[in-house]
């Protein structure tokens, strides 16, 4: 299986295709997958940018828009989790994953997939102290505090992650594990990147959350993206362990080392997404536990069980493991019919979401109404 990974796409998707498809006539091969690690601004139209953290004179509708409205079809399955340059507001639509366009589809804010034989997991958003123990007590309209904490990881997302037993093969984060840049050439690095010297002698560079998830999973490979450069890196896991190849990429702009491609083992396809059983069942466990408000979740003693994961394979034995189809929510950017001020605005219930929800038989907690101040 020929997986292409991506760093931070920026809303770049035309330019990111286009490399793809001319690789794939210079080489003569088939690129099965393309990941993406983030900042993919996902922007269906102007409202959105409202919610990009991106200063409003750097703001633009790229060129997602165009495969949202079925103008452009993406030519290669994409898979992508968020970062920090994120139309938040849509993302949050899709908190447990979907397509957020024909074969485009969100990881969620954490999640894990099936792709063929392989399973795919990941963590969105960026890691900050700050934040990291509260709930998400973000609502629409979002204030110039909320654009920017709605993206930080939640523990409440990260503890689901570490329910996770069955080996991960592949997973993607944004920003990079903490302590990854002892296992490569960090030198090298700070030769091109100097500002970055002291936060590694310091230890600070990098996510905790995701150096905890490295070390609980394990997986053979890991990429990420966020400080818009390529650092490669070999963790081993204690002495005669296994071993994760790291690999972070940049963003997406010429002559930069935005893209790789990598040839992972799996049985024969087809390959298309899935849904993961034992992923499912630990959603399903946890969603009780959801934290919307600023209060960090309760979890207890939450342990899933053999009878958890048997539920979730009765019900995907009558329903079907591929998800739920895209259905767009709001109406595309059209550059001919500019949007007005008040239309479509506030928080809108994604098809997808209410019917995985349905599926697992759980209320919708998404727009739970609450205070700033609580």
């Not at 994120?86 to 792709?115: C, D, M, Q, R, T």
Request: net charge neutral; glycine share 6%; proline share 5%.
């Amino acid at each position: 299986m020929r997986i292409a990974v991506e760093g931070c796409m920026h809303g770049d998707l035309d330019s990111v295709y286009a490399t793809l498809l001319h690789l794939e006539k210079v080489e003569n091969t088939k690129i099965d997958l393309l990941l993406c690690c983030g900042d993919f601004q996902a922007v269906r139209n102007e409202r959105d940018l409202e919610s990009l953290n991106v200063k409003p004179k750097y703001r633009s509708m790229n060129s997602f828009w165009k495969y949202y409205s079925g103008q452009e079809v993406a030519p290669i399955l994409t898979v992508f989790i968020g970062g920090n340059h994120e139309a938040s507001n849509y993302l949050w639509e899709l908190y447990y994953g979907g397509w957020a366009a024909p074969n485009i589809y969100f990881l969620g804010y954490a999640g894990v997939i099936k792709f063929g034989s392989i399973r795919i997991g990941g963590l969105s958003g960026i890691y900050n102290a700050q934040h990291y123990h509260l709930g998400h007590f973000e609502r629409l309209p979002y204030n110039e505090s909320d654009i920017r904490s709605i993206y930080h990881i939640r523990e409440f997302a990260v503890n689901k992650l570490k329910q996770v037993k069955e080996p991960i093969d592949v997973f993607l984060s944004h920003d990079w594990p903490l302590g990854i840049t002892d296992y490569g050439d960090w030198k090298k690095l700070v030769r091109h990147k100097s500002f970055f010297e002291k936060e590694i002698q310091e230890k600070t560079l990098g996510s905790k959350a995701a150096a905890e998830l490295l070390d609980k999973l394990k997986p053979p490979y890991w990429f990420s993206a966020h400080l818009h450069c390529k650092f490669a890196a070999a963790v081993q896991h204690g002495e005669r362990g296994s071993v994760t190849k790291f690999l972070a990429l940049d963003k997406c702009l010429p002559g930069r080392q935005f893209l790789q491609v990598v040839e992972i083992e799996s049985h024969p396809g087809p390959y298309e997404i899935q849904y993961d059983e034992e992923w499912l069942a630990i959603t399903r466990i946890f969603n009780s536990a959801f934290p919307s408000t600023r209060k960090p979740a309760q979890l207890g003693d939450i342990q899933l069980d053999l009878q958890d994961r048997q539920w979730i394979r009765n019900k995907l034995s009558r329903r079907g493991i591929k998800p739920f189809d895209f259905i767009q929510t709001v109406p595309a950017y059209n550059p001919s019919v500019p949007v007005l001020n008040s239309s479509f605005y506030g928080h809108h219930r994604n098809p997808q979401t209410e019917s995985l929800l349905e599926l697992l038989e759980l209320p919708y907690l998404l727009d739970n109404a609450r205070s700033r101040g609580n």
